[in-house]
């Protein structure tokens, strides 16, 4: 985890948990922060993620608390990176603006992913291996769905939800959700019927739009700026990495580039996309490791690896042992 990292904590929170019933003073306490957070800008991870799995405490049941809290968050409280996205065009272009804007509020960042019928978003973490809170987590693939149905106007529903957590009341969430929901699965994702993204929105504000894009593209900029193109794109790599090989192509589509011209700026640095990919995996794949609770075959998988023995070869490459000596090596130290 970098231990610097703020995180923009959403003032309309505390609004919400007054709403429920929940003193923001017993959250805080109960994550043993000081009081004072509460009017604090900022936050960092780690108390990012002590005061939601705070909250998580404080409810009965985590399917409760993810449900009543997405429902009562009232758009008037919404950052605005996340009113970006309520006044939208349509469904489509919000989650586009969410998953872009997302970057400004870590420690969450959004894989959005489009084919045949359907469109996933996988929920993945910034500059962090540990995962967030189960609360956290689905109050975030709430929200998204939540977003979609306020601002059409309809009751949407969900194609599948997969939670890598126990969440808690399955059958309340699939009445929320209006899908079946997977628990135990290797990621947290949301999967939407594609047609529901052609789906205009009823908030769509474009004279309010105008105002905010300028100003949050400009704060993207300006972050994206303070780190150089090689730590940006091992950052894009690392929450891309899980089940798949990410091409130069995508990560430039991101940054908002040419492939032709990433790898030029790549070239001028000293190194190449594919030096980067390896180093990424060779990263993450000891940082995985560490973490006792994954099998080897799940490290595998996260770092993007559908074949295990292609990972234990490229282990190997990278330090002269299998991964599984390599662990229990570490591990006792």
Not at 88 to 115: G, H, V, W
Not at 119 to 135: F, Y
Not at 241 to 269: F, H, Y
Not at 275 to 296: C, F, K, M, N, W
Request: aromatic share 8%.
């Amino acid at each position: 985890m970098t231990s610097h990292t703020r995180i923009k904590f959403p003032a309309g929170l505390w609004t919400g948990l007054h709403q429920l019933g929940i003193s923001p003073h017993d959250v805080v306490r109960k994550a043993r922060l000081p009081l004072t957070i509460i009017t604090e800008s900022a936050v960092t991870t780690a108390q990012y993620f002590a005061i939601w799995q705070s909250y998580s405490d404080l409810i009965d049941d985590i399917a409760k608390g993810i449900i009543e809290l997405a429902t009562v968050f009232e758009t008037a409280h919404y950052p605005p990176p996340v009113l970006a996205t309520y006044h939208a065009r349509d469904f489509r272009d919000a989650l586009n603006r969410m998953a872009r804007y997302k970057q400004l509020c870590p420690p969450e960042s959004l894989r959005i992913t489009e084919k045949g019928e359907i469109c996933t978003i996988e929920l993945d973490w910034q500059d962090t291996v540990q995962p967030g809170p189960p609360m956290l987590v689905g109050i975030t693939l709430a929200f998204l769905l939540e977003l979609g149905r306020r601002g059409t106007g309809q009751t949407l529903k969900a194609r599948l939800v997969e939670f890598s957590q126990p969440m808690g009341d399955i059958q309340a969430l699939e009445t929320y959700f209006g899908c079946r929901i997977r628990i135990g699965a290797n990621h947290n994702r949301l999967t939407l019927h594609r047609g529901d993204l052609d789906l205009p929105f009823v908030s769509y504000n474009a004279e309010l739009l105008e105002i905010l894009i300028p100003v949050l593209d400009h704060s993207l900029d300006e972050q994206q700026n303070s780190r150089s193109i090689i730590e940006t794109v091992k950052w894009i790599l690392k929450r891309s990495l899980t089940g798949g090989r990410p091409d130069i192509q995508m990560v430039a589509s991101e940054l908002g580039m040419s492939d032709r011209t990433l790898q030029r700026r790549l070239t001028d640095e000293g190194t190449s996309f594919k030096h980067l990919l390896t180093q990424v995996r060779h990263e993450q794949a000891r940082d995985y490791l560490s973490d006792p609770s994954l099998d080897i075959k799940e490290v595998a998988f996260l770092i993007g690896y559908e074949d295990q023995n292609s990972f234990y070869r490229a282990f190997r490459l990278w330090e002269g042992d299998t991964p599984s000596n390599w662990r229990t090596q570490h591990l006792g130290n």
